[in-house]
């Protein structure tokens, strides 16, 4: 079972940066993807980035160009720095660690990160 730890968060006004780190119990070197969410309050929860075991990444559309993910294999950590935050981007965020299991690819979380960004 993958363990992960998120830190970074914090108050930051409109425009600020923040960058977040999400580390693993065990090497990232053969998880298959850690992908960062966003979720406020009850709503549905938001994928911001991913990236896979080698150097693939993802974006969402909202955050391309202010957002990027990166990771250190020797730290088992992946980054997220944040660029240009807007007030609604006030959120917890959150890593998810995707592996391959004998049961197929099964996800560990972490406890979240909050992020404010104040206008």
């Known amino acids: 079972q993958v363990q992960l730890v998120e830190s970074g968060g914090g108050l930051v006004q409109t425009g600020g940066s923040l960058r977040l780190s999400c580390t693993a119990s065990e090497s990232i070197f053969v998880i298959r993807a850690i992908n960062w969410y966003r979720q406020v309050g009850g709503k549905q929860r938001e994928l911001v980035a991913a990236i896979g075991s080698g150097t693939t990444v993802h974006y969402a559309d909202s955050v391309k160009g202010r957002f990027a993910i990166s990771k250190d294999n020797d730290k088992n950590t992946v980054y997220l720095q944040m660029d240009n935050l807007k007030p609604g981007e006030t959120a917890v965020y959150c890593c998810?660690?995707?592996?391959?299991?004998?049961?197929?690819?099964?996800?560990?979380w972490g406890q979240g990160t909050q992020v404010t960004v104040s206008s």
């Open positions: 998810e660690a995707r592996k391959n299991s004998q049961y197929g690819i099964q996800g560990y």
